[in-house]
């Protein structure tokens, strides 16, 4: 059989190409008679619009059915646990800046509780136990014996919910154990960006604490006025939140799901877990990296200003928002955020949407081969999870480079009314805090080298520069932005343009 990789993208623009296969070539077929073959065609197309494709939306929907079960009416898309962990950072930054959190007196309370979102989440514990209760059966907010609230952590049009209260989420997830350095060994022989003391696996966690500790002590000092922004001038919400989305989601994707030597050497031939799930383990393997990317599974039938502008989407008309297939999350909202500020476009979001569907497709239509009896199979999904990683990480360094053109004017308005010190705390730490997430991917995927990301981390500092500094470190702090800057756009060849006015 024969199937096709095409450049797809959003019909209400050009799609710039991205580099696919581009010769016809034998891959054999698992099973069956020896001398049956399958032929992989792989089709470069030039840079078109969708409609020039002759294509349907439904080409662009990250969907796919049943292969184990031959069954077109099953889905074998399965990606509740990644959602329940990006619901679960959701709601750590809502409750962190939530009255209840600033209104707790106690700090080994504040402290707990912050844990228990974090590490302990919705793991499946003993309800009746109050010590072994999860966000299942309580309410971090209220402390009542009843399943705590989504509504507080997402913005939505205003549909209902189809997964209204963590009850009704995947059991038995937490964002601690999927943290880099938990789950997997971080990427580098050194945690980079921020000096953290301890065993190595064990910083980036070892950070996570010492950022929940500042926090509990802001929320229980007695003085209102201190909430989230420490006197040195960090947003512990906005470095908590940022960081969890490189330290647990573009980690897991980068260095286990879509990892070459890892995730993506699964089998493909039969159900997953001892044939008792409708897909097969290479299949969810790579649903758990789409999965982290956050993107609804219609992502590309939006525009750019459509998709940043609203999060949700009633795709099937039922007047309800099902989290596992039209919502949109973190790394897929900014990605798109970028491609809206471009000044010269760029199409990170529809590229990394693409190599997801594009390498779904590839795995699908070879059920019956495993990755490790081809290495041409192997390495046709291996590229787009390269595309999707590359595009992914560049929305990443993007994101960095505009938060260092708002922290640029922060300090351009020191001394005058316009100058917040809230909104400068806040965008220095989103700087900081997606710039950390840039250290987790492997070689031959990173595009930005290990000096270079230390170098970039030395200009940031582990602190803002405030208005009370001195005119010549005020000065040489923008000069140390601009350079990290500089670093960033030579890294990921950026155009000028864009650098300069994301």
Known sequence: FTFRIFELGDPMKLVKGISVLSAAIMLA??????????????EKQVPVALAELGLTGDDTRYAFSSKVLDDANTSSVATTGQITR??????LKNYIGSGEFQGLTDHATALANLNFIYATGTKNLDSSN???ASLVSVNVYTEGAEATSVNTSVKTSGATLEQSLFSDLSTDKNLKGKLAGQDNDLTHAEFVGWNVAGDLQEQPNALIQTWFDQLATLATDGDVDTTVVTAEGLDLQQLVQKFLLG????SQAAEDYLKAGKGLLQQNSTGDKSNTKVYTTLEHQWDEGFGYFGAAQDYLAYTDVEMAGQADHDTDENGQIDFYSEYSFGNSVNAVKRDKGATSPTYFSENAMMAFIQGRQIIQDNFGTNPEDSPIFHGAIVRQAELALNNWENSIAATVIHYINDVTADMDNFGTEEYSLANHAKHWS???GFALGLQFSPVGVAQISLDDLKAVHAHFAEAPVLSTASAEDIAAYKTALLDARTILKTAYSFSAENVANW
């Open 130 to 132: 109050a010590a072994q």
């Open 86 to 91: 990006h619901l679960l950072i959701n709601e």
């Open 430 to 432: 989103e700087m900081k």
């Open 247 to 250: 330290g647990v989601t573009y």
């Open 29 to 42: 077929a698992c099973g069956g008679d020896d001398d049956e073959t399958k032929i992989l065609e792989v």
